[in-house]
């Protein structure tokens, strides 16, 4: 095997030109690769793919997933008037598919369950205002006022008054602000858009045409939608999955850049320095800078879009990878001592073969050994670095020595010197201490390591530091938290579906009243108490009649009943509706209600903190509250949680890791210095 490498080797520098010619093709095929390198700013990504967070949460977001997502926050005065302005302007940009601006729209079909059954989701008081209004005092002075209702209104006033001759259509209004419990903030009342009361803001919710990875799209549709709102004349704020995504591409892209100019310009220092020549400064970095290029569209071309780990690979490699052709070099100016540059070139072939095949396969299985890892972007990241420490190996004893072809006139001869180190080293086995200095570094390892494998590693897995800092819809979202005084990144508990229905409302209605919570909801809310039918049997028993009372009204005031018949038995049918039950989930039109209170076998509670939970601490006050109300078997998912969740997961990663480079720097440093005394 190594006469065939030596052989290989001398062809190579026979025969530069076919050599520079495939070198020249696999160039033009990175360099295409790169030109599609995308980097997939989307944290969630860094999970694994099996993820129950993720999971869970794509579930309840079925045709909405957060990365088509972008809020508009609307601040200032006068924000009922701004809010229908600002809808109607979006819904004209070419990028967005949809704008949800009312309170209505963003209940969505949750708004249809309630119209099945009206009367069993309104509160007392609107019983109470109803039952007034069918009484015969409130039916009187309600029809009086019909003929001028319909003078005020000559276009639909007419259609108006048959549809609903006593004005009822205001319960639908109030059963919809009813609605509005459910967000963690308190909405002004009367106004049918989600404008909160304290601070003064409105919420608008634009679903894009293509995903936030798309960056060139995410900017352009940033940048429509700010231009529209500035023609406006309205301010505001925007967050989402857009926004990030444009901030994490900028910032990715600047620490790229500067990753890669600092390390470049600090290995060129030292460089010069070690090998006393500026122009072996320089040269050493053409084939590593090769190899990073090859590793980094390897990967592209393998994985996509690549997570944002990823862009550190490129500091790591040339760091790395620069040892291949400074040793090259220093052996080759030894080499030249007495020899043609050819000869030169493949004695340093020879002699740094070996050594360099240890070292790359030694660091190749270091960075493998992260391909067993259960999270895609330290995979991503493992195989970048193994791709890219074998490229640098090839490029170092094929691609270098074509460079110092043309230029030995300008290297000068040397002969190897003794580093400092290791005449520091060899004079400190010469003394006494060299025995108990050994002892001690192994203790010390054995310790260090004994101590890593019991206790673990403390890994911070909050998602927030995962992303680039100065994202402006972050801030935006994480200063109206605080004003609110309620997070707006919900917590989903998971709830045994066996537990009654009744149970679980009781859980529900605890979990408010602990005060953990802002606001929750839950399949209990979708299904009326005993209490509450109760109530709604006792309103029936109390107006029954009153359709054909109103009819009655309206002749002795003059006017034909017959039109107004069909209007009044439809409100009559809407009032006399029986309650619904969680077995309507299952048809069709209430599919996104269902997907967002049913999660395999096991109800979905939504809820959000009252406070702050990214903490540690704060997380277990919230959970322990929790849990005490909703029940022990309870289980907590969200981005807040994932540390809790893959704490251990990673410790695991991370000693499996350790385990395989351990055993395998091992075994290859043994095959590679060829005798177990010399390995040892």
């Known amino acids: 095997m190594s006469r065939f490498l030596e052989r290989c080797g001398l062809w190579i520098l026979q025969h530069p030109w076919k050599v520079a010619g ?17 980097i997939d700013p989307n944290v969630e990504h860094l999970l694994p793919v099996d993820d129950p967070t993720l999971r869970l949460t794509r579930h309840l977001q079925g045709d909405a997933p957060t990365t088509r997502v972008l809020y508009v926050i609307l601040k200032g005065e006068h924000l009922e008037d701004s809010v229908p302005a600002v809808a109607a302007e979006l819904s004209r940009s070419p990028h967005l598919v949809s704008v949800t601006a009312t309170r209505q729209e963003f209940a969505g079909a949750r708004a249809d369950w309630v119209k099945q059954s009206i009367l069993h989701f309104v509160p007392p008081e609107t019983l109470a205002r109803l039952e007034e209004r069918l009484a015969a005092p409130g039916r009187g002075a309600e029809l009086e006022a019909l003929q001028r209702r319909m003078a005020e209104d000559p276009l639909g006033g007419k259609a108006t008054a048959l549809a609903d001759p006593l004005g009822l259509r205001w319960i639908f209004d109030e059963a919809a ?23 003064a803001v409105a919420f608008l919710k634009a679903i894009g045409r293509d995903e936030a990875p798309n960056t060139r799209f995410s900017r352009d549709l940033i940048a ?12 505001g704020d925007l967050a989402g999955s857009y926004v990030s995504a444009v901030t994490q591409e900028a910032a990715l892209r600047r620490d790229m850049i500067v990753e890669t100019v600092v390390s470049t310009i600090a290995v060129l220092l030292y460089v010069w320095w070690f090998a006393r020549s500026l122009l072996a400064a320089h040269l050493v970095f053409v084939p590593v800078i090769l190899a990073t290029g090859g590793a980094l569209a390897l990967g592209g071309e393998l994985f996509g879009p690549m997570t944002p780990i990823v862009v550190s690979a490129a500091a790591i490699l040339i760091a790395q990878g620069i040892d291949f052709p400074v040793h090259y070099f220093t052996r080759f100016r030894s080499e030249r001592v007495g020899k043609d540059p050819v000869r030169a070139l493949h004695a340093a072939q020879v002699a740094m073969t070996r050594p360099f095949v240890g070292i790359a396969a030694t660091t190749l299985v270091a960075f493998l050994s992260l391909v067993v890892s259960r999270f895609p972007g330290f995979r991503q990241f493992g195989f970048v670095l193994g791709a890219g420490i074998v490229l640098c190996l090839f490029s170092a004893l094929i691609v270098f020595p074509l460079l110092l072809l043309p230029v030995d006139r300008f290297v000068r001869p040397a002969s190897e010197r003794m580093p400092w180190i290791v005449r520091g080293a060899e004079a400190l086995l010469r003394t006494r201490w060299r025995v108990p200095l050994a002892w001690t570094l192994v203790l010390l390892g054995a310790a260090s390591w004994g101590w890593v494998a019991h206790a673990g590693v403390s890994m911070d897995l909050d998602l927030r530091n995962a992303m680039a800092p100065g994202d402006p819809g972050r801030a935006a979202m994480e200063s109206l938290e605080k004003d609110l005084g309620a997070a707006l990144i919900p917590v989903y508990a998971l709830i045994d579906a066996k537990t009654p229905i009744e149970e679980l409302r009781a859980r529900t209605d605890a979990l408010r009243k602990s005060g953990a919570v802002a606001a929750a909801d839950g399949p209990a809310d979708l299904v009326p108490s005993d209490a509450v039918i109760a109530r709604v049997a006792a309103f029936r028993w109390k107006t029954q009649g009153w359709v054909d009372a109103t009819l009655a009204d309206l002749q002795r005031l ?16 809407r009032f006399a509706a029986p309650p619904p039950t969680l077995e309507a989930l299952d048809r069709p039109e ?30 277990d006050v919230f959970d322990h509250a929790a849990r005490a109300a909703l029940g022990e078997g309870a289980e907590f998912y969200s981005p807040f949680h994932l540390p809790d969740h893959y704490s251990d997961v990673l410790n695991g990663d991370l000693k499996k890791v350790v385990l395989i480079t351990s055993v395998g720097i091992v075994l290859l440093t043994l095959a590679s210095v060829g005798t177990l005394r010399d390995g040892v």
């Open 22 to 38: 495939l070198g020249l093709l696999l160039l033009t095929g990175c360099v295409l690769s790169l030109l599609r390198l995308r």
């Open 177 to 199: 602000q009813r609605l509005s419990e459910r967000f963690p903030a308190k909405l002004v009342p009367g106004t049918p858009y989600l404008i909160v009361e304290r601070p």
């Open 224 to 235: 429509d939608v700010q231009a529209r709102l500035a023609r406006l004349g309205v301010s």
């Open 558 to 573: 003059g006017y034909k009943p017959g039109p107004f018949r069909k209007g009044l038995e439809e409100m009559e049918a």
């Open 590 to 619: 209430f599919e996104s209600i269902r997907r967002t209170m049913r999660y395999e076998t096991r109800h979905v509670v939504t809820m959000y903190s009252a406070r702050s939970i990214w903490r540690p601490e704060g997380r």
